[in-house]
Each structure stands twice: as C-alpha cells, then as structure tokens.
C-alpha cells in the first residue's frame, strides 16, 4: 500500500474561507494566511485550496490569490476555481502550484484534461468529482453543486482516466460537512476499477472515518470540518493511522 496523505482543503468565496454543509450553509472560518501557516506546521502532506467565488463564466482566475496562497505554503499545492484553459493552468503553476484542480470545465471541454496532461504532465492533473446521491443513482454536479447532469458516474472517471488525470477527488455533497463519515459505498466500487489514486472528499468527523475511507479504497483523505471545527489535527490523524497499520508520510518540522 502506498504511503496515505492527509489533506485539508481550504475554500474561498467572496473574500473569506469558508465552510459549507452540503454545499451551502456558508460560515466563515478564519483568514488564508494564518491558516495556511496553520497547516504548514501541522505536517500535513499537501493543501488543496479552491476559490469557489461564482467569477462568472468569462472571468479569468484570480491569480493575486494564487500568488499570496503559493508564497506562503511549504507542501504540495492544488489550486482549483474557474480555470478554463491551457493559459490559465500555465499561469497558476508559473505561480508555485503543483497541481491544478478541474470539475465544472469537463462539463463542456472533458478533453482539456488530455492537452493539459500533455503539456504538464498527468501528475499536474486533479480531476473532482461533486456527486451526491439521488433516489438509488449517483448524479454528477457541477458549477459548485448547482448543476446537475446526467453523466454516469462511472463512466466519467473511466473518461478521466483514460484522458490523462493524474489524480480523482470524491466529494460527497451530501456528506459535505456533516462530520458522519464519508460516502463509502461509491469510494469502494469506484477503486475496484480506477487506477488513479483517490482522495475521498466531504464527511470526515472522527480519525475512524479516515481509517474506513482507506480501507475502501482511498489512497488520500481530505478534510476541512474536522480540523476547523473540533480540536482534532493532523497529526493525530497520522498517529491513529499509523496504530492502525496503515502506511502514512513521514512528518517533517518546519522552521
């Protein structure tokens, strides 16, 4: 088994962090640079931070805020919101990303994975999947949650994959902040055919749930209420895994 990373994601809307429950419900939680130093000395293995301002569809990222999250992170970063193109990926990275995040592009232009693939690498690639459950199916959702579609879960990820992601967030709307545990039974039949590593997204309130999501499939776990919210951190999470017998990175201290 591959070393398992803890991951929070930081969420930024209208000048704020936030937090949401089933994407929506917004509280703010704190301010970017102190949370992000927050984190850096918190030996978490990467930051996923994505500005889910509604920018509008014929604006551009806001790469002054990609500038000031990127100065102050020393772990891998993943940046996602409103990136449309090859230009606007060049941009994000030329800015000290190491990944960029996808999701509500792929609606019209899936095959925007495969040229930025291409041109940076599948490793730069992380391709969200919003779902949520409805009646007995999973539906796909875009534009944050409020547009939903009526692709196969199962064959977009086969889509993604074969187009070049290097990577797949699972996020449950559903689950999205409830602190329940994640949404396992789609983690566990989507790993049994997808080859990327998986970072499970939205539900996480106890080290137990990470646990559960790893042993289903996850290659990664991503949180935000757990660590906002209650006086659980990282690196517990990292000691709990690792008395459980589950491989995780070893933690490095920053100056």
């Known amino acids: 088994m591959l070393k398992v990373r803890i991951i929070p994601t930081l969420l930024w809307k209208n000048h704020s962090l936030v937090k949401s429950k089933k994407f929506d419900e917004w509280r703010k939680v704190g301010h970017l640079v102190p949370s992000v130093k927050v984190y850096n000395s918190r030996n978490v293995d990467e930051i996923i931070f994505l500005n889910i301002s509604d920018l509008g569809d014929n604006q551009i990222p806001d790469y002054s805020l990609v500038d000031e999250v990127a100065s102050h992170c020393f772990v891998p970063l993943t940046i996602g919101g409103n990136i449309k193109n090859l230009y606007d990926v060049q941009k994000i990275i030329e800015r000290g990303a190491d990944k960029i995040c996808i999701n509500s592009i792929l609606e019209s232009n899936i095959k925007i994975i495969n040229d930025i693939s291409k041109n940076f690498g599948s490793q730069a690639v992380v391709v969200s999947v919003d779902f949520r459950k409805v009646e007995d199916d999973y539906k796909i959702f875009f534009k944050g949650g409020k547009k939903k579609s009526n692709i196969n879960i199962f064959d977009h990820v086969k889509k993604v994959q ?23 039974e789609i983690l566990g039949q989507i790993s049994k055919f997808c080859k990327l590593p998986i970072i499970i997204s939205g539900g996480a309130g106890d080290y137990s749930h990470m646990k559960d999501a790893i042993e289903y499939g996850a290659s990664a776990v991503s949180a935000a209420s757990i660590f906002h919210f209650t006086e659980k951190t990282p690196e517990e999470a990292k000691n709990y895994l690792k008395k459980n017998n589950i491989p995780i990175r070893k933690s490095i201290k920053l100056k």
Not at 163 to 181: F, Y
């Open 162 to 184: 074969d187009l070049g992601a290097g990577e797949l967030i699972l996020n449950s709307i559903d689950n999205d902040g409830m602190m329940n545990g994640y949404e396992l």
